[in-house]
C-alpha cells in the first residue's frame, strides 16, 4: 500500500531562517515523489518532483530510499513561501495516482 | 495555454440526491484524475480517465462514477450522497502515457466545494 505522512500539520519559521518540511513514504517499489503547493486564495500547484533534481524557488528536496524520506528544504525562507506544501507519491510511469500526505502549513513570520 | 476549469464553483445538496461535477481540461492534455479533499486532509484519489476509458480507481464506492468525453472534459457523478461526501472535489489533468517515460505533472483546478446536508 502507498502512504505518505506529514508529521507537522503546522511550521512557523522567521524569514531568513532556513525551512524543511518532513515527509517520509510506504511504497514497495520505485515509487515517484513530488511536492506541491498550495498559495492562498491560488490552485494546487507543483513546486517540484525527485526525478527533475532541480531547485525550485530556492527549495530542494532529495529522495532518501533508506530513510524513505523526500523532505523539502531551503536555506533561507521568505514571507512569500508561506502556503499549505503537500507531499505526494506516484508509483511510477503508467501509474499516475498520486497519495497526497496530510500537508504542512508554513507560516513565515516578518 | 488554458488552464483546467471545473464547475460549479460551489453546490449545496441534500442527503440521498445524485450530483454531476464538470471539468475542462487543459489544452492537450489527454488524461483526467478526479480528487476529494476533505477539511484538514490531502486529496485522495477518487479514478482517473485516458482517453475516455477508466484507467485507475481509488477506494471509493461504486455510486462515485465518471466520464471522459472526446474532448477529454470529464465528469464526476456522485448517487446517493451521504453527509460525508462534504468536500473539495479537485479535478487535475495530464498528458498521461503520451510524454514518453515519466509521468507527466498534473495540473489541477480549483475545485469544487460541495456541502451535503
Known amino acids: 500500500a502507498q502512504r505518505v505522512t506529514q508529521p507537522e500539520k503546522l511550521l512557523s519559521v522567521f524569514k531568513g531562517a532556513p525551512v524543511e518540511l518532513k515527509c517520509n513514504y510506504s511504497?514497495?517499489?520505485?515509487?515517484?515523489l513530488f511536492w506541491y503547493v498550495q498559495y492562498s486564495r491560488q490552485r494546487l500547484q507543483l513546486l517540484l518532483r525527485?526525478?527533475s533534481r532541480e531547485s525550485i524557488k530556492g527549495f530542494t528536496a532529495d529522495l532518501n530510499k533508506g530513510e524513505t524520506s523526500f523532505h523539502l528544504k531551503k536555506p533561507f525562507a521568505q514571507e512569500e513561501d508561506s502556503a499549505m506544501y503537500y507531499c505526494a507519491l506516484s508509483g511510477g510511469f503508467g501509474n499516475e495516482k498520486l497519495t497526497f500526505g496530510t500537508g504542512t502549513r508554513l507560516t513565515i513570520i516578518p | 495555454e488554458t488552464g483546467v476549469t471545473q464547475s460549479p464553483t460551489h453546490l449545496i445538496k441534500t442527503r440521498g440526491q445524485q450530483v454531476t461535477l464538470r471539468c475542462s481540461s487543459q489544452?492537450?492534455?489527454?488524461?483526467v484524475s478526479w480528487y476529494q479533499q476533505a477539511l484538514g486532509q490531502g486529496p485522495q484519489f477518487i479514478f482517473q480517465y485516458y482517453r475516455e476509458e477508466e484507467n485507475g480507481r481509488g477506494n471509493f464506492p461504486p455510486r462515485f462514477s465518471g466520464l471522459q468525453f472526446p474532448n477529454y472534459s470529464s465528469e464526476l457523478n456522485v448517487n446517493a450522497l451521504e453527509l460525508d461526501d462534504s468536500a473539495l472535489y479537485l479535478c487535475a489533468s495530464s498528458l498521461g502515457r503520451d510524454r514518453g517515460r515519466t509521468n507527466s505533472p498534473l495540473h489541477f483546478g480549483n475545485g469544487t466545494r460541495l456541502t451535503v446536508t
Open positions: 511504497y514497495s517499489g520505485s515509487p515517484e
Open positions: 489544452s492537450g492534455h489527454n488524461t
Open positions: 525527485h526525478i
